[in-house]
């Protein structure tokens, strides 16, 4: 099984409002990764948390990482139409060549 | 920096036919390599690792000997989807790691568009 898992699957917000994406994950982590992928095209790196660190700040975006429940949050602050696309949290295990697991996406739409 | 690209972004065959897709690490040595699939409103799923100069690892249910992945390279790497059939019709992404120490980042290219009819 996959071993991020985002919540909610599907979030739709007004323009100006704040967006929250939760995720899960199963076992110790090296890091968690967020993505933004446009419908169609390719994945662009939001932000990357260590698993040594707690919160992360990148523009409008936060992060946050709870290892002790095995969760991450990722909150856009006064969303914007084109923050509308799907979100992908994507976890690498410990160990120098870890692969990374992508959770099955939140698709978030940012009504004008 | 740290750019990825593929090529080509989108492709249609006929069934049957083998397909060849490129993935590039513009500005970085990518001494490993990522391929993955995704199907419509799906999320990414990891077909393979390819390491320059050594044989990649599939994962499992990924077959190897139609998808061929060759990365000759530190900066290239080619994967071949061989006598592909409708149900290979997928969206293929790339994505090369840059080793930083104990904390491995990776950048992904923006896809290939495979159609097969």
């Known amino acids: 099984s996959q071993q991020g898992e985002e919540d909610p699957q599907a979030l739709s917000i007004q323009e100006g409002e704040n967006a929250t994406m939760n995720c899960s994950y199963k076992?110790?982590?090296?890091?968690l990764q967020w993505y933004r992928q446009n419908s169609g095209r390719g994945l662009v790196h939001l932000i990357l948390i260590r698993s040594n660190e707690r919160e992360k700040h990148s523009g409008r975006l936060r992060v946050t990482l709870d290892t002790s429940k095995k969760s991450s949050s990722l909150l856009i602050t006064a969303s914007r139409a084109a923050d509308t696309a799907s979100y992908f949290c994507?976890?690498?295990?410990?160990?120098?060549?870890?692969?990374?697991?992508f959770g099955k996406g939140i698709t978030l739409s940012v009504r004008p | 920096g740290a750019v990825v690209s593929q090529h080509p972004s989108w492709v249609i065959c006929k069934s049957g036919t083998s397909v060849k897709i490129e993935c590039r690490s513009l500005?970085?040595?990518?001494?490993?390599m990522f391929w993955y699939r995704q199907f419509p409103k799906q999320s990414l799923m990891l077909m393979a690792t390819?390491?320059?100069?050594?044989?990649?690892?599939?994962e499992q249910g990924v077959e190897k000997d139609k998808f061929l992945i060759n990365h000759a390279s530190l900066t290239l790497s080619t994967l071949t989807v061989t006598s592909a059939h409708p149900e290979d019709s997928s969206f293929y992404i790339c994505?090369?790691?840059?080793?930083?120490?104990?904390?491995?980042?990776?950048?992904f290219g923006p896809g290939t568009r495979l159609t097969v009819l």
């Open positions: 076992t110790s982590i090296n890091n």
């Open positions: 390819s390491n320059e100069g050594s044989k990649a690892t599939y």
């Open positions: 994507a976890t690498a295990l410990t160990g120098a060549n870890s692969k990374l697991t």
């Open positions: 500005d970085f040595q990518a001494t490993t």
């Open positions: 994505s090369a790691r840059v080793a930083s120490g104990f904390y491995n980042e990776q950048f």
